[in-house]
């Protein structure tokens, strides 16, 4: 069955730093990918996708990913962080089968150190 | 343009009543799809609505019903609910029939709590 596995519920990084969000997947085929975030009270936005081609994606917000077919990994990545980029970051894989039947992690929260 | 609507934005319900949720998708969208965020969960898929029939279905009972407009906008009917459907009921829209490279578009939920 098909699954998305998002390792880390809680990370926290000072305002600057770099971050590395982890995302593993187990899906028969090529998998459609995405990152989506979404801020309290708000609804889920959408970060980047990847569906075939270049691996490195390239996001919203200064946000990239990169999709790695041996590792089954789809991380997401961003050189440094602002005070506005806390919020619940999800990795999803859509199934080939079923357009827009997507399957989310259950989430990381990201926490912003001033 | 005002993107996706919800409505309400908060509910509380007994166990065994009934719920109606309710969207108006993005100016030019006219698929609809629900899905269930559980506390500290991803998004589930519920069914998406497209024409004014389901297309497609997730891992969800009959309880769980919908309905789509003319007019693009939809309701997520539940019936007989239980306290396991206490949860934040989000809705996605996007244009033409939700190819995955055609952005979904999320509202910011509608949070469903059944004592």
């Known amino acids: 069955a098909q699954s998305v596995t998002q390792p880390d519920i809680h990370i926290t990084v000072s305002e600057g730093a770099s971050l590395e969000l982890r995302c593993n997947y187990s899906?028969?085929?090529?998998?459609?990918l995405f990152w989506y975030v979404q801020s309290p009270g708000q609804g889920l936005q959408l970060l980047l996708k990847?569906?075939?081609?270049?691996?490195l994606v390239q996001g919203i917000k200064g946000f990239e990913a990169e999709f790695k077919r041996s590792q089954s990994s789809f991380n997401l990545r961003k050189p440094s962080v602002h005070w506005s980029d806390a919020a619940e970051y999800f990795c999803?894989?859509?199934?080939?089968?079923?357009?827009?039947?997507?399957?989310f992690g259950s989430g990381t929260r990201l926490s912003i150190r001033p | 343009d005002a993107g996706v609507t919800q409505s309400p934005t908060h509910l509380i319900k007994t166990r065994g009543q009934q719920v109606t949720l309710r969207c108006s998708p993005k100016?030019?969208?006219?698929?609809v799809s629900w899905y269930q965020q559980a506390l500290g969960q991803g998004p589930q898929f519920i069914f998406q609505?497209?024409?004014?029939?389901?297309?497609q279905r997730g891992n969800f009972p009959d309880r769980f019903s919908g309905h789509q407009f003319p007019n693009y906008s939809s309701e997520l009917n539940v019936n007989a609910l239980l306290l396991g459907d206490s949860a934040l009921y989000l809705c996605?829209?996007?244009?033409?029939?939700?190819?995955?490279?055609?952005?979904?578009?999320f509202g910011p939920g509608t949070r469903l709590t059944v004592l």
């Open positions: 899906y028969g085929a090529t998998p459609y």
């Open positions: 609505y497209y024409e004014e029939e389901e297309r």
């Open positions: 990847y569906f075939s081609g270049d691996t």
């Open positions: 999803a894989v859509g199934l080939y089968s079923s357009a827009s039947k997507i399957i």
């Open positions: 996605a829209s996007s244009p033409g029939l939700a190819e995955l490279y055609n952005e979904q578009f």
């Open positions: 100016s030019g969208h006219d698929t």
